[in-house]
């Protein structure tokens, strides 16, 4: 049997609001439409995404000793319009800031993230959307150092 991943949603009452609660104990606010009071399953959706492959990113650019000192990901998703209004198109920006950093070094990561490791834009892809990254690397802020 594999990894199990366990969540919950209890319903606030009114709307569609929700507090959820993540298997680790992490609780977080779900809402339609979404805003300031939470985010939409949708948004979840993306953020999941951007955090896997951020997450597979950073340890292999750490894991090649790589001086890096900033780290963002973007992600935007497109969705159909139709139901199930699934995403149809997704663009993932990676951010790296540091220095030294070899352009084949980053590319390298986001490819095994996205050939290999990233269960989660494995899923959207498989799904049937079209995932796109590209990246830019970055002087570190002269603030942060």
């Known amino acids: 049997m594999g990894d199990i991943k366990r969540a919950s949603l209890d319903w606030q009452g009114e709307g569609l609001a929700f507090k959820g609660?993540?298997?680790s104990g992490y609780t977080f606010?779900?809402?339609n439409p979404a805003g300031e009071a939470g985010g939409s399953p949708m948004e979840f959706l993306l953020a999941g995404v951007a955090g896997?492959?951020?997450m597979d990113v950073i340890h292999i650019l750490?894991?090649?000793r790589l001086?890096?000192?900033g780290f963002t990901v973007e992600i935007v998703g497109e969705r159909a319009e139709e139901h199930p209004k699934v995403y149809t198109n997704v663009e993932i920006?990676?951010?790296v800031r540091g220095e030294d950093i070899q352009p084949r070094d980053v590319a390298e990561a986001i490819r095994l993230s996205k050939d290999k490791y990233c269960s989660a834009s494995a899923m959207f892809v498989r799904a049937g959307a079209e995932v796109h990254t590209s990246y830019r690397i970055e002087a570190p802020d002269a603030a942060s150092e």
Request: glycine share 6%; hydrophobic share 40%.
């Open 21 to 23: 609660t993540l298997g």
């Open 93 to 95: 920006t990676f951010v």
């Open 52 to 54: 896997c492959t951020a």
């Open 29 to 31: 606010d779900l809402v």
């Open 67 to 69: 001086n890096v000192h």
């Open 62 to 64: 750490r894991k090649k």
